[in-house]
């Protein structure tokens, strides 16, 4: 085994990360999360570009001095190559083959949605490590996924949202009840003192391991506009019982889509990914399902569900074992698959 101390690089949407591993464990994992895009109510792809521009190198400094190493230390630079909003992806990419080239050291590129599943085997005691082969139900502001891991780089898309992404509709639905973005987590806050039950959103009917989530926007839209016409202050009055049932909606839609992955596949082993894994919902659901069904449950510690370096650094990790390097050539791809 090499000993070695991998630095990984995430600038695929807002977010500017660096994280330092040394052998599966994570030394330091920085963040600069980009407020601009607050006032818009949506991530601005130009701005989030020129954010990344400004906080590149000083994200990196931070994570090289919390991890007390010099970057002459450094065994490989790993980034992430998509997918992604292009122009972010581009000032990560650039400035990993710039260090990897002024370092002479290898250069890895990274899948996104591929590090957010492999970000279980950090290793942490905050989580736990799922065996091959297992789910993995990959949930974020652009993804949502079943993928059926088999081994670390085996991975196979089993279901897929046909239109919006999970996270998309916590956070669309979230502006249509007025409050700012990213909502999903403020619909998850408010979610822990409504009632569930109280209304009652359509869930999309699509083939068994697929998702489709631009509906329920609609929905959420003529819901607000048909009970604001009849109380003007609906929406203030009634913000927990809402986001609670439009929680629970999701939710069990997710799970649905889940057992009949577990159906399809008979693998009872089962790991989250992604931003919406944050949701408090969804893991009272999943460790419900450990009781339930039998299930083998992983949730990521919460620092590497959302956007990370951490994941990136892991993944970089995994391939330097495996001589697995990026070629001197090597593109930003907006578009990556698994
Ligand atoms: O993985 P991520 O950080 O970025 C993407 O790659 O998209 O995921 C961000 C998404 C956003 O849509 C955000 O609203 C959602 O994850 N999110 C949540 C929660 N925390 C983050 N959604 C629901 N409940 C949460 N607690
Ligand atoms: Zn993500």
Redesign the pocket.
């Known amino acids: 085994e090499k000993n070695c101390y991998i630095l990984g690089i995430e600038s ?2 807002d ?1 500017t990360a660096a994280a330092v591993i040394n052998n599966g464990v994570i030394l330091s994992n920085e963040v600069a999360t980009q407020k601009i895009h607050e006032e818009y109510g949506g991530v601005v792809p130009e701005l989030a570009s020129r954010a990344h521009q400004q906080n590149i190198v000083p994200v990196v400094n931070q994570a090289l001095k919390k991890a007390n190493i010099d970057k002459k230390q450094l065994s490989a630079i790993a980034f992430t190559r998509g997918p ?1 909003l292009m122009g972010s992806l581009l000032v990560g990419t650039s400035f990993a083959k710039s260090l990897a080239y002024g370092l002479d050291i290898p250069l890895i590129d990274v899948n ?1 949605m591929q590090a ?1 599943i492999l970000a279980h085997f950090i290793k942490d005691e905050g989580h736990s490590t799922p065996k091959f082969p297992f789910l993995a139900l990959t949930i ?4 949502t996924q079943i993928v059926k891991v088999s081994s670390y780089f085996e991975q196979e898309v089993i279901g897929q949202t046909i239109d919006d ?1 999970v ?2 509709a ?2 669309k639905s979230a502006k249509i009840l007025g409050l700012p973005y ?4 403020l ?2 806050t408010y979610a822990k003192e409504g009632d569930p039950k109280r209304f009652k959103f359509p869930k999309p009917r699509v083939a068994p391991l697929d998702f489709s989530f631009s509906g329920l926007k609609t929905s959420v839209l003529y819901f607000v506009e048909k009970n604001v016409l009849e109380n003007p202050n609906f929406i203030v009055e009634n913000m927990n019982d809402v986001c609670a049932s439009l929680q629970f909606t999701i939710v069990s839609y997710l799970m649905d889509k889940l057992k009949n992955a577990v159906a399809h596949t008979g693998i009872k082993e089962v790991a989250i990914g ?3 894994s ?3 919902g969804i893991r009272a659901a999943l460790l419900e399902a450990e009781n339930k069904y039998g299930w083998t449950v992983h949730i990521p510690k919460f620092e590497y ?3 990370n370096a951490g994941m990136i650094a892991i993944v970089g990790e995994l391939k330097y074992k495996e001589d697995m390097y990026a070629e001197n050539n090597v593109a930003a791809n907006a578009r990556m698959k698994l």
Request: hydrophobic share 15%.
């Open positions: 695929s949407c977010d992604g996104h957010h974020s502001g652009g993804h992404a996270g998309e916590f956070d990213p909502g999903g987590p619909i998850d992604g931003g919406v944050a949701n408090s569900c959302t956007d």
